[in-house]
C-alpha cells in the first residue's frame, strides 16, 4: 500500500473539547502503532480530511513519525472548501496553521467557501480514488456518528475493488490507557 486515508471522529463527537484530554494520547498512539508497520513496508503518503479530532490527530502522529522514524512519509490535506479554519477560535486556528506548515501537501477540492454538502463528498470521492486503503477510528457501539458513512463507503470498496480497512476502536484505545494506568501502579 502506498497510499492511505487517515480519518475517524470529529473532536465533539468523541466528547473531547480542548487538546488537552489525556484521551487524544492513546488515540495518536493508536494510530501510530498502525502506521508505522504499513512505513515499514512501504506506505508513502498518508492523506488526511484536515478536520478538528482524529485527522489533525493523524497529522500530527504523521509529523512525528517522520521526524523520528520514516523521513520518506509524506502528509497531505485535503480539504472539502477553502479555508475551514476561518470560523474557529484563534488557538484552534493557531494549531491547524502549524500543522499545515509540515504538511507536504495541501489542498481543497473547491477553492470557494463552504456552499454545501457536495463539497464533503466531492472531498471524499477523491480520497477515495488516490488512496489504497483507510486507517479509520469509529466504533459503532459508541453511537452513530460521522465516520460511519466513511466506512460505509469503505467496506464497500474493500469488496469491489480490494480496497484495504484497517479499523481502530475504542475498545483499542481503552485498553491502551488501562495498560498505562496499571503500568504506575508497578
Known amino acids: 500500500m502506498k497510499n492511505l486515508l487517515v480519518t475517524g471522529y470529529r473532536m465533539n463527537e468523541l466528547n473531547i473539547f480542548d487538546q488537552k484530554n489525556k484521551a487524544i494520547v492513546y488515540i495518536k498512539r493508536a494510530i501510530a502503532g498502525r502506521l508505522a508497520p504499513l512505513a515499514e513496508e512501504g506506505l508513502e503518503w498518508v492523506l488526511t480530511p484536515g478536520q478538528f479530532g482524529v485527522d489533525l490527530w493523524a497529522c500530527e502522529t504523521v509529523i512525528d513519525l517522520k521526524r523520528e522514524r520514516f523521513p520518506q512519509l509524506k502528509l497531505g490535506i485535503v480539504t472539502a472548501y477553502a479555508n475551514p479554519e476561518e470560523k474557529w477560535k484563534e488557538d484552534k486556528q493557531n494549531y491547524y496553521r502549524n500543522i499545515l506548515k509540515d504538511a507536504d501537501y495541501y489542498g481543497a477540492v473547491s477553492n470557494r ?4 454538502a457536495w463539497q464533503f463528498k466531492a472531498r471524499d470521492e477523491l480520497l477515495f480514488r488516490k488512496t489504497d486503503g483507510i486507517l479509520l477510528f469509529y466504533d459503532e457501539e459508541m453511537g452513530e456518528a460521522s465516520p460511519k458513512f466513511v466506512k460505509e463507503r ?14 481502530i476502536g475504542a475498545d483499542e484505545v481503552q485498553s491502551m490507557a488501562d495498560e498505562e494506568r496499571l503500568s504506575s501502579f508497578d
Open 113 to 116: 467557501p463552504y456552499e454545501g
Open 154 to 167: 469503505a467496506l464497500k470498496l474493500a469488496d469491489e475493488e480490494g480496497y484495504r480497512y484497517i479499523a
